[in-house]
């Protein structure tokens, strides 16, 4: 497994000057945890992204771990495997749309997320101590820093929006 090593913030609302960037829309299911697995530590993931130009990724992704470090390996994978596996994921869902934008040598990622009132942006680093400038745009509507918080984890939210009737 990759190191993933990412800040996540949560914002007030969209950044009403958030330059323009690539738009994905993504749907995203997490498997139920195996047997004998701590759901807070390892999490699995189907995702569909829709990119700009109408063609559609499928990923399998596996996560390990909490906080700003954690482990991670991803796989592409065809539609029909993702159409066989996503019945697992109901109830675990949560639909998006992520604007990425390339600030410098960073990808910042703007999540707007359709089944609930939450907007969150991330940003991924090379290391753990490596220096982030929070871009112009994006300081005034930050609320704080989640990184730490499991609250905020795209799994947590995607129970919550799983609440939801029709997911």
């Known amino acids: 497994m990759a190191a993933e090593i990412e800040r996540v913030f949560l914002l007030r609302a969209l950044p009403p000057a958030m330059p323009a960037g690539e738009v994905w829309q993504i749907d995203q299911g997490y ?3 195996l047997d004998g697995t701590d ?3 390892l999490e699995g993931r189907l995702r569909r992204i829709t990119h700009p130009d109408g063609s559609v ?4 992704t596996i996560k390990r ?4 470090v954690r482990e991670e390996t991803e796989r592409t994978i065809d539609a029909a495997c993702f159409e066989r596996e996503w019945p697992r994921t109901a109830g675990r869902r949560l639909r ?3 604007t990425r934008i390339t600030v410098g040598d960073r990808v910042w990622e703007v999540d707007r997320f359709l089944d609930i009132p939450v907007v969150l942006a991330e940003c991924e680093l090379p290391t753990a101590d490596a220096h982030l400038d929070i871009p ?3 300081a005034p509507v930050i609320e704080r820093e989640v990184t730490e918080e499991p609250a905020f984890r795209n799994s947590e939210l995607a129970g919550r929006a799983g609440l ?3 997911q």
């Open 65 to 68: 771990g909490l906080g700003l």
């Open 57 to 60: 990724e499928h990923i399998h």
């Open 31 to 33: 498997l139920p945890p």
């Open 136 to 138: 112009a745009w994006l």
């Open 96 to 98: 998006k749309v992520r």
């Open 164 to 166: 939801l009737p029709g």
């Open 39 to 41: 759901p807070t530590q």
